[in-house]
């Protein structure tokens, strides 16, 4: 879960709920004050957008102009809690005109849609006219957690009705269907991901356990 990787302008995971907005927001203000051409992308759950981590962070990037968009993954759920019971307002995208700002909702198990709208933001950012808010109003058909079943506190029939929305699923279809791949080809990339996944994981299972000595150099070097 908790992943890293600088060179490729991935600044990490937290478990900190709302932890991404402020986050977001100072990477964005370093991008500008380098006056880099770079984004900061800010990804968090519909739970967060009641957390005081949202407003100040999303406020204090709408003043400072900042080259950020923050995309709200909205799933209805904040681990086991209703979204619609922790807020009467549960359209996360009108929360942008709060601040002034763009707040554009979107389908989230659409992938072409979401990268249409994502682009948009990024290039608004990048033009140097402020931070976008998306809701990608999407859902988690598995439980939050390793462990949890996922279905105490929602319906069998929610679950499976969401499953059909699949988005890796509508994609392959709509890439089939518009001809810009076969049903062969897709299934010899998802064999070929497949196969790289299950050479990672041995490679992992079979190495040596990390010195923790070296590891506390390589972070705090």
């Avoid at 932890?19 to 990477?27: F, K, M, N, T």
């Avoid at 994502?118 to 859902?139: H, M």
């Amino acid at each position: 879960m908790h992943i890293y990787e600088p060179t490729w302008g991935f600044l990490g995971t937290n478990g900190i709920v709302g932890a991404s907005v402020p986050l977001g927001a100072g990477a964005a203000l370093a991008s500008q004050v380098r006056g880099s051409n770079q984004v900061s992308v800010s990804f968090f759950g519909d739970g967060a957008v009641n957390n005081c981590a949202f407003h100040e962070g999303v406020n204090l990037a709408a003043i400072w102009n900042l080259p950020v968009v923050f995309v709200c993954e909205n799933n209805l759920y904040a681990t086991e809690t209703p979204f619609a019971k922790t807020t009467r307002n549960t359209d996360v995208a009108s929360r942008g005109a709060a601040y002034g700002i763009p707040g554009i909702a979107v389908d989230g198990n659409d992938v072409l849609a979401v990268y249409e709208v994502g682009s948009e933001a990024i290039t608004r950012a990048r033009s140097g006219n402020g931070p976008t808010l998306v809701e990608c109003k999407t859902y988690r058909p598995f439980g939050h957690f390793e462990g949890d079943p996922g279905i105490g506190y929602r319906t069998k029939d929610e679950i499976k009705k969401w499953k059909k929305c699949d988005p890796i699923d509508r994609l392959r279809e709509r890439t089939v269907k518009e001809g810009l791949a076969s049903a062969t080809e897709l299934d010899s990339i998802w064999h070929e991901a497949e196969t790289e996944i299950e050479m990672a994981y041995q490679y992992a299972k079979s190495s040596p356990e990390a010195d923790p000595a070296s590891v506390e150099n390589y972070v705090f070097s």
